[in-house]
């Protein structure tokens, strides 16, 4: 079973700029997360969606950051214009739902922006 | 609102030796508890989780966890480490809360296996 796909693995910046993550969750996966995961801190989540629809987005910071997860798969992280602030590794995961709860995360090998 | 507490950012170890990673949550609500692992350059990895039952719970690598719901902890352990165990290691809690499942992790704990 493929497991959680992101795309790049590495990206440097310049602040203002924009940038855009992608995610392709595991086949058949409702659940999938955004997390950010700054350099020596534990991953803080951005937006969690159920489907295509979002569950929570409390903690995205909505003037410079948006994602998107069209039909329910792939799932699209953007930020513009990006701030100093931003470097960090924004993480993937994607969990399956079973009696309406969700199982274990899995997640992708992460994308490592540094803004300059 | 829950939140995940790691005592210990770094824990040194001897190769061979014990371990214990330490992990305490508080939440007002039934929880289910994971601990993840981070290799350099990597994202995480599931070591073990619990979500009822026995208390005691056997992860990959030979790690092991217990869940005491008096105190709140779910401290992670392995009896004898090896090098390749170097890595992040993460607690995280998951609650549901009006049918919001969020998972939240502690801020991390550094392991280094001394050889």
């Known amino acids: 079973e493929a497991g959680v796909a992101q795309s790049p693995r590495y990206k440097i910046i310049e602040k203002r700029q924009s940038v855009a993550f992608w995610c392709n969750p595991i086949?058949?996966?409702?659940?999938l997360y955004w997390y950010q995961q700054i350099l020596g801190q534990g991953p803080k989540l951005l937006i969690q969606f159920q489907n295509n629809g979002v569950v929570d987005d409390s903690q995205l910071p909505k003037d410079r950051f948006s994602a998107e997860r069209l039909k329910g798969v792939d799932s699209t992280l953007k930020i513009q214009p990006a701030k100093l602030e931003d470097s960090a590794v924004y993480l993937c995961?994607?969990?399956?739902?079973?009696?309406?709860?969700?199982?274990?995360?899995?997640f992708g090998q992460g994308t490592r922006l540094t803004v300059v | 609102a829950q939140s995940v507490t790691q005592l210990d950012s770094q824990v040194p170890v001897f190769e061979e030796a014990p371990v214990e990673l330490r992990c305490n949550y508080s939440?007002?609500?039934?929880?289910?508890l994971f601990w993840y692992v981070q290799y350099p350059n990597q994202g995480l990895q599931l070591l073990l989780k619990y979500l009822s039952g026995s208390t005691l719970v056997k992860g990959i690598n030979g790690f092991e966890a217990e869940f005491n719901k008096s105190q709140t902890s779910f401290h992670l352990r392995k009896p004898s480490v090896h090098i390749s165990d170097t890595a992040e290691y993460f607690c995280a809690v998951r609650i549901s809360n009006f049918g919001n499942e969020k998972l939240t992790f502690g801020t991390g704990t550094r392991l280094t296996i001394i050889p």
């Open positions: 995961a994607s969990s399956s739902l079973r009696a309406g709860r969700n199982t274990e995360a899995f």
């Open positions: 086949s058949g996966h409702a659940t």
């Open positions: 939440s007002s609500v039934s929880v289910y």
